[in-house]
């Protein structure tokens, strides 16, 4: 099992940036897709963003353009730069690799003037 440390969440005014970090452990993380997925308060955990280990990238609905995964094989560390923030993507975010089924603690996400 992969452990999973989110950090990068905090409170952002809408137009904000953040960049998310998800540090993982072992070197599998290498071979592994990862992915960053959010749950909004009251929501079910729903998927942003995959990266391959080669570094092919695949978004759901509109996120690309204003949110982009990216990794770091050396770090073992996966990435979300999220900008133009708005009040609707106040949520929890996690990372994971895609075929795991256990979650980290995630991070805060909080748009708010």
């Known amino acids: 099992q992969v452990q999973l440390v989110e950090s990068g969440g905090g409170l952002v005014q809408p137009g904000g940036s953040l960049r998310l970090s998800c540090a993982a452990s072992?070197?599998?993380?290498?071979?592994?897709?990862m992915a960053w997925y959010r749950q909004p308060p009251g929501q079910q955990r729903a998927l942003l963003a995959w990266?391959?280990?080669?570094?092919?990238?695949g978004y759901a609905g509109s996120l690309r353009g204003r949110f982009t995964i990216s990794r770091d094989n050396a770090k073992n560390t996966v990435y979300l730069q999220m900008n133009n923030l708005r009040p609707e993507d106040t949520a929890v975010y996690y990372c994971?690799?895609?075929?795991?089924?256990?979650w980290g603690q995630g991070t805060q996400v909080t748009v708010s003037p």
């Open positions: 994971k690799p895609t075929t795991a089924n256990y």
């Open positions: 990266i391959t280990p080669s570094g092919s990238t």
């Open positions: 072992g070197s599998i993380f290498r071979s592994l897709i």
